[in-house]
């Protein structure tokens, strides 16, 4: 059994004390990095809109953070983060570039769903992203299969929400179904815990490591998944929730 940690949402601000919406998103991040270690993962798998406005400090405070979990840490960026200065700055020992990679018996597929020019926050996949994928699932078909990304590639039922989701996601849900090696797909955004099942394969939404969105999730806690893949192709996973009180005394932005 190989056990990962996926972290989502975390936007952080170059300055640590700034709040999102009254909520001290350094704070609540440095608590659920300490359920993290006591959950004792054998990697981390972050998701996407780690920076709330692309900073480069943000990062740095991110792998101060992480890097003495000593473990790999994978990740993919969101709609909030800036690609280029992540590549560049999630890096050293324990930071992992890869975007395929064996774990165990698994294949894990982690896709940039950012599309640059959005001005409402939904995603999409460039063409050559969808090339990649494809044949990744036939170049792999026996390995079990888990797919990530930042944004959630179905509709969850809240307009507003559904108008920032996946571009094309029947497209993407059509793929994946043709692929039966594929278990699960992850995904942040969405700022809340979700499950729907489509066909044989699992959509599961995580908690923000903030704020969470109301509509979805009446826990409004700061937490993470812990996902636990089995060598014969089963998986579990659950939602751990950090109880976490914001000081919200601190000077506040609104998220863009």
């Known amino acids: 059994m190989i056990t990962l940690a996926q972290i989502t949402d975390t936007h952080l601000f170059a300055d640590k004390n700034t709040l999102m919406r009254g909520w001290p998103t350094w704070e609540s991040l440095q608590a659920v990095v300490q359920a993290v ?38 990740w993919i960026p969101g709609n909030h983060d800036d690609g280029s200065k992540m590549a560049n700055m999630l890096t050293g020992e324990n930071f992992c570039s890869e975007k395929t990679f064996r774990l165990g018996s698994w294949r894990l597929l982690l896709l940039d769903s950012v599309l640059v020019e959005s001005q409402i926050g939904q995603g999409a996949l460039s063409e050559a992203s969808w090339q990649w994928l494809e044949n990744q699932l036939e170049n792999y078909g026996d390995q079990p299969t888990l797919i990530a990304l930042h944004h959630h590639p179905l509709q969850i039922g809240i307009d507003w929400m ?86 919200r005394t601190r000077k506040s932005t609104m998220p863009h």
């Open 162 to 247: 559904d108008m920032m989701q996946l571009q094309e996601s029947e497209r993407f849900q059509t793929l994946i179904a043709r692929f039966r090696q594929v278990k699960l797909v992850i995904f942040g955004h969405i700022h809340a815990k979700f499950l729907q099942r489509l066909g044989t394969v699992d959509y599961h939404g995580t908690p923000s490591t903030c704020i969470q969105v109301a509509d979805l999730d009446d826990e409004n806690l700061p937490g993470f998944r812990m996902i636990h893949l089995a060598e014969d192709g089963t998986y579990k996973t659950q939602v751990q929730r950090v109880a976490f009180a914001p000081n």
């Open 37 to 74: 270690a006591e959950a004792q993962p054998d990697l981390v798998l972050l998701t996407g809109d780690l920076a709330d406005q692309g900073e480069g400090k943000a990062y740095r405070h991110l792998v101060e953070l992480l890097e003495p979990l000593n473990l790999p840490i994978y």
